[in-house]
């Protein structure tokens, strides 16, 4: 896990992450752009396919401001790939399944819930 949390107003840590497509992509790649990243848990569930659906629908509008929207999940680009057609997404999918972006941004942590623990996505908003 990071040893430090960002908070609002902290410069993005740097990533490499593989896309759908198995190709690196940088944050640095988007230098100069407005960058719309999200994380989620899992491809293809109820509540990540609303959210991938909404920004898919909302895309001309991020294009018009020059930013890119980025998902960022622990699946693989194959299952990226798949969620992709299954749902005619227009958004770049990113795979981190080490959860090494996921912890560093806060987006991934041990949750407590009806006294059992484990790891997962953890709620962030800035």
């Known amino acids: 896990m990071a040893d430090s949390k960002i908070e609002v107003g902290d410069k993005a840590p740097a990533f490499t992450l593989k896309n759908q497509d198995d190709q690196n992509v940088k944050?640095?790649?988007?230098?100069?752009?407005?960058?719309?990243?999200?994380?989620?848990?899992?491809?293809?569930?109820?509540?990540?396919?609303?959210?991938?659906?909404?920004?898919?629908?909302?895309?001309?509008?991020?294009?018009?401001?020059?930013?890119?929207?980025?998902?960022?999940s622990p699946d693989s680009p194959e299952m990226h790939r798949k969620f992709i057609a299954k749902h005619k997404l227009k958004i770049t999918l990113l795979s981190d399944p080490s959860h090494e972006v996921l912890e560093r941004?806060?987006?991934?942590?041990?949750?407590?819930?009806?006294?059992?623990?484990?790891?997962?996505?953890?709620?962030?908003?800035?």
């Open 27 to 72: 944050l640095s790649d988007f230098k100069g752009r407005w960058v719309v990243l999200y994380f989620y848990p899992k491809d293809d569930t109820p509540g990540c396919t609303i959210e991938a659906c909404d920004f898919t629908s909302g895309i001309k509008g991020f294009e018009k401001l020059d930013a890119v929207v980025l998902g960022c």
């Open 105 to 126: 941004y806060g987006a991934w942590a041990r949750r407590t819930c009806t006294a059992r623990s484990r790891w997962g996505s953890s709620v962030r908003r800035w």
